[in-house]
């Protein structure tokens, strides 16, 4: 489909870009890789990112693509955004395989299900009510005996009174991920950009341009912001406010490697944490298990570095896998790593137009769930700014419900 602007022709019709995206995690790439896909070579899309690809938190995250296992599943607002994501899932991962220089690698998508491991009644009596209403989404979801458990994993520990198996659940090699949607959307000529947005020009409700850190000036026709919690100076001066809009919440993950065979075959959750394999993709790779993960909010004006990994942090990890894995001395750690998860108030991203400026979007604040949610906020975004009809229901993801107050109006000029 061809982009046809409809906002003062004559600006728009010599900006640089037809689309500027601000980030290139998960969902920044997600949302290139579906502009890209409309296969319109007059169509120019820039991605900019000012970390590493997917830092700080699509790189540093698991992987997990979980819906079951959301702590927020009793919103149904969400929990119907995840599914709908999760069902979605496959289809991207096709578009992005079958057609990229990724087509011939092994991106550590596996659909090996998950255990929910239960070591008291009380623990029981909780998961029994919570997953009643899941069994209708899920009718494959059961619950396993003590002496079933060691059938599907045979190395964790006994102590448990029982386990709930959810079959459909998966995880994929999140880093590999990215780097297959970045060859996708390379190879449909999107831009990516390593450097940094230092500035907004705002005029008359319209981004005019944006200034880089190198003082190169660029001029779109719309802008995305899609850099989780770096969006939040950008947001502060729009909305006039001091606080923060997206919390910045560091989680912790260690890598173990595998002693012989890998110890796991699916995703394993308790109510202190998760692990989850991450087989070897190629012959230099080792199978290993992950650990995560923690959950701290930081201020990144005061923590620096804020993916630092902590003392507390890696050691409560540690403990946890000593307690579903009995037989774990001789394991190694062969790394660990934090990142940062961009947080609401009220765990829903926020997704659509920003309010009163007319060619600003954004997608923000997916929290623990950006790769299993990113693609289908790529889906729903891409069709927002084409301007094409959506199927999905975004009002409840608009920016305005986070602000207790009428926003006090938009400034000509925003600057960080």
């Known amino acids: 489909?061809?982009?046809?602007?409809?906002?003062?022709?004559n600006y728009f019709m010599t900006c640089d870009y037809d689309v500027v995206i601000i980030g290139g995690g998960i969902i920044g790439s997600s949302l290139a890789a579906h502009l890209a896909s409309e296969k319109n070579e007059k169509f120019k899309i820039a991605v900019i990112n000012s970390t590493g690809l997917g830092m700080p938190a699509s790189e540093a995250a698991a992987g997990l693509l979980t819906p079951f296992q959301l702590n927020e599943?009793?919103?149904?607002?969400?929990?119907?955004?995840?599914?709908?994501?999760?069902?979605?899932?496959?289809?991207?991962?096709?578009t992005i395989t079958s057609g990229s220089s990724a087509k011939h690698i092994d991106l550590g998508y596996r659909q090996a299900g998950s255990l929910y491991l239960i070591f008291s009644n009380s623990e029981f009596s909780q998961k029994e009510n919570e997953t009643r209403n899941l069994k209708t989404i899920e009718p494959r979801l059961s619950f396993l005996s003590k002496v079933e458990i060691p059938k599907y994993e045979p190395l964790i520990t006994r102590d448990v009174i029982g386990a709930y198996h959810y079959p459909s659940e998966a995880y994929i090699n999140n880093p590999k991920f990215l780097k297959a949607i970045y060859l996708y959307c390379i190879e449909n000529k999107v831009e990516f950009l390593n450097t940094t947005v230092k500035k907004l020009n705002i005029s008359s409700n319209i981004v005019e341009n944006i200034v880089l850190d190198n003082g190169q000036v660029i001029s779109a026709g719309k802008f995305v912001?899609?850099?989780?919690?770096?969006?939040?100076?950008?947001?502060?001066?729009?909305?006039?406010?001091?606080?923060?809009?997206?919390?910045?919440i560091r989680g912790e993950i260690i890598c173990v490697k595998a002693l012989h065979a890998m110890p796991l075959?699916?995703?394993?959750?308790?109510?202190?944490?998760?692990?989850?394999?991450?087989?070897?993709?190629?012959?230099?790779e080792t199978d290993s298990v992950l650990i995560g993960s923690t959950s701290d909010e930081v201020d990144l004006d005061k923590i620096q570095p804020p993916l630092s990994n902590t003392v507390?942090?890696?050691?409560?990890?540690?403990?946890?896998?000593?307690?579903?894995?009995?037989?774990?001395?001789?394991?190694?750690?062969?790394g660990c790593w934090a990142g940062l998860r961009p947080q609401t108030k009220d765990n829903l991203p926020v997704i659509g137009k920003?309010?009163?400026?007319?060619?600003?979007?954004?997608?923000?604040?997916?929290?623990?769930?950006?790769?299993?949610?990113?693609?289908?906020?790529?889906?729903?975004?891409?069709?927002?700014?084409?301007?094409?009809?959506?199927?999905y229901n975004i009002e409840p993801f608009q920016i305005n419900r986070l602000f207790e107050t009428q926003i006090r109006g938009i400034p000509k000029y925003a600057s960080i």
């Open 1 to 9: 489909m061809q982009y046809v602007p409809t906002m003062r022709d």
């Open 73 to 94: 599943l009793e919103n149904p607002v969400r929990k119907d955004f995840c599914f709908k994501s999760f069902e979605y899932f496959p289809e991207f991962f096709e």
């Open 265 to 284: 075959r699916k995703i394993i959750f308790c109510s202190n944490g998760y692990m989850l394999p991450r087989p070897a993709t190629n012959a230099f």
């Open 354 to 391: 920003i309010p009163e400026i007319e060619n600003l979007y954004c997608s923000l604040g997916h929290y623990r769930n950006g790769i299993l949610t990113g693609p289908f906020s790529g889906k729903i975004l891409k069709d927002l700014i084409l301007e094409n009809s959506t199927e």
């Open 312 to 334: 507390s942090g890696i050691s409560s990890l540690i403990n946890l896998f000593k307690t579903l894995v009995p037989d774990y001395k001789d394991y190694l750690v062969s």
């Open 225 to 248: 912001f899609c850099n989780g919690v770096w969006a939040n100076n950008f947001l502060k001066e729009i909305f006039n406010t001091d606080k923060n809009i997206i919390k910045a």
